[in-house]
């Protein structure tokens, strides 16, 4: 999937916010100007929070079970092709409900004898054929007869009890015919509704991923199982349907349109999708690959699908050429659906998105929305290979297949837009945000157990940041240190051999070795395995000492919480094989390799009085950490002549240096002085890191005296950028604000009300959007917002509805807020899909914070059995409202509130809540240890 809920992507803009006009605006404009960023992102393509969450239980290995009370299928059957036949109705029959009909023959081998047929089915109503809930029949020859059939609810199995067994090596044919409901609950195949010129229009959509099929049609549901499928959809005049395979024909019959597809490749049934809807669609083609763009037909007329479709060519062009491989299908549809539970999901040959991950108006939407529309087709686009061609055995390994994706995306979109420098935003949305994570006591290893994943929760538990973010980290790490040419040979070659199969991640690491082996000149000290294993088995990553006085290199658990404990084990002592890139006063040194805990005499690095700085483009996946004679070199670099450094590098120094002072490893006003040459930076990859990391400073004192001193110096600080951006063009907008706070609310309240008074006419720039709209709210009353709440409800484009429903949270009214918590479960007024989210902009509003704790902790019950189970979103829920927790009070109430809800429990979001817990415990040790100094030294450099 693509990664989903982009929330955490963005910077503390909308904490930033509620604060002092001018200071906010301008960084606001800075990076709204620069690059409005992939906002309201969780990262690119699938749905993903920020927790990083395993599975905690393992299946408890009880005594002997039957094989039905197991999550895992046997492995006697192996499932060939299907032929399946479905039939949605877009209208509530007698009862209100939506439903399906449908009915499915699979052609299956015998590779054990077994008396028992075990095949998915959750929530269907299967009708009986003969007595029995299936049949099975046998192609020539006769099969045995079924004595018994039932349904298993727990494990979301069929079985058939047979008279005598299947025979080895024999194929059979078990036909289901089954009615489903078509529920507004975005899983499997389901319902989602819109509005199109005041009338309601329902489309039959799918997602399978991770273990939905089995709700749509009985199956061999897992990702081994791969089969081909014929499918069939039979739906009304005036509708289209859409399949992964390309229609291969459509009968007008007296009960619907029959439309039939060309057989699917040998596929995954987590891949598959089903669609009937009446969008529109704008297509080309290229090489023979027919490449369409579908969503309403308003949005299509609008253009909104124009953008994807022309960087859909190029990067299918782009990962052909990487991976060696043409595009494995005969099309490429990707259609934009209103209701959306991921960010985007990569069903092979049909790929559904949210809106705002697909449509881009040029009128409307802004940069940051276009950003967003490449990142995620990249991402998708790349798993149509890695994941879909080949893939991952079981959803332990899931790591691969998203870090994977994770990573390329970004060559992918660079390919189709090579002006934006857009692989620099890997360490932004991927590396540091994950080392955020990963730097936890709590945190687990990327790789884990094929056994110690197997129920449906804990399935959807891999779906974790760590899977994504770390996985493309170290991937790109492991590109780097192998040089690009070896790591595509040895890609390519993995994919060639696993056409239409499946893997574990060791055969990755098997044919990137056979690459390096035929590779003369790349050495590595070890073999790809051993370095992998190292990163990929152990949690966490290493701080990297480098004493440039001595050439003493030294790694150590980094940990943000140097009083955290570490309760799990590493076979290799947490130490890593960690290879560094480097360079010596501008001049980029040979790579070398850090193998043990301590590296004593490297002559090479002890550098007398040049600067030196380690992990140059944060290749690899660490921190560095230095003497303090090459910190006060490295500050006074970024002082004189911070354009030497890469934007990438600059960044790193920032950041490395904050986390460092937050683990006690370096003095917080070390960290604060990385910040101190920002006055003449105009990048926006350090800016963001900058602020990202401020922003905790904010959260842990927005409620303090702090704060007046943080906020007079960040608004020196960013004056001169202000300046700068002037002679580009900026708005007048941003010249009002730098006049001070009423300048600035006049200013975006006068731009609001024009708005207001012909709403007809939107004067706004659209990469000033975001903001405006916050602050327009943020100072306004419930006129502003009930406008917003209008206008939010009559977009026609996505990207503008969200940039609203965001900027309905900046209120600082506390019964407008507390009506918009209400608002967020009923879905007709706030859509399921955007419910947590919704949410979790609320607590991010220093007013709406506690609100939203009171109503989360109140209706806990109902929203977990409405969103908890198996939502992505869910875990980012708390931890976007426990963010600012940093008082013993607020722990206080995070534990009560565990320990009262125990009975309901916590589904995906219960390591989130450890996280949480240990996150406050954290916050609170060091509010008491920072805060003095923080103020002082604020107080004095704001002078
Ligand atoms: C599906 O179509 C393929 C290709 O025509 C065929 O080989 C296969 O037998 C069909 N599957 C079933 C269940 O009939
Ligand atoms: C699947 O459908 C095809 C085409 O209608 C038909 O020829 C074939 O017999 C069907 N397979 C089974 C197993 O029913
Ligand atoms: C399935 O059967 C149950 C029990 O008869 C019924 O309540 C339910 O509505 C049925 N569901 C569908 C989708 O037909
Ligand atoms: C798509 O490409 C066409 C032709 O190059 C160009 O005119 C148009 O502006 C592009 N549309 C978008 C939204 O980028
Ligand atoms: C880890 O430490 C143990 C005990 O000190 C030692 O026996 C083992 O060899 C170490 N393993 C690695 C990979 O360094
Ligand atoms: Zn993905």
Redesign the pocket.
Known sequence: MGKGFYISRKVGLGLLLTAICAFITIIALSIAYDKEKKKNQTNSGDGQTDSSSMPTTPTTPSVPKEPWDRYRLPDSLLPLSY?LTLRPVLEPNADGLYIFTGNS?V?FKCEKATNLVIIHANKLNLTSINGHLAMLTAEEHSAPIVEKSWLVPETHYLVLQLQSPLTVGRTY?LQTIFQGELADDLEGFYRSEYIENGVKKIVATSQMQATYARKAFPCFDEPAMKAVF?VTIIHSHGTVALSNGRETGTVDTDFGRVTTFEPTARMSTYLLAFIVCDFAEIQSTQRNVLIRIWARRKAIDDRQGDYALNVTGPILEFYERYYNAAYPLSKSDQIALPDFNAGAMENWGLVTYRETALLYDPIISSTGNKERVISVIAHELAHMWFGNLVTVRWWNDLWLNEGFASYVEYLGADYAEPTWNIKDHIILYDVHRVFGVDALASSHPLSCAEDAVSTPAQISEMFSTISYSKGAAVLRMLSEFLSEPVFVKGLSSYLNAFAFGNTVYKDLWDHLQQAVDSTPDVKIPHTVHEIMNRWTLQMGFPVVTIDTRTGSITQKHFLLDPESVVDRLSQFNYTWFVPIKWMKSGVDQQQFWLLHKRDTNNQMIASGNDWVLANTNVSGYFRVNYDQGNWDRLLSLLNSNHQTLSVMNRAQIIDDAFNLARAKIIDTTLALKTTKYLSKETGYIPWESALRNLNYYILMFDRTEVYGALKSYLKKQIQPLYEHLKYNQINAIGIGCKMGVEGCKELTRNWFKQWMDNPAHNPIHPNLKSTVYCYAVAFGGHEEWDFAWRMFKNATVASEASRLREAMACTQVPWLLNRYLEYTLNPSKIRKQDATATIQYIARNIVGMPLAWDFVRARWRYIFEQYGRGSFSFAGLINGITRRFSTEFELEELKKFKVENQDIGFGSATLAMEQAIEKTTANIKWVAENKAQVLQWFTDESA
């Open positions: 032929n023959y052609v044919v014929n």
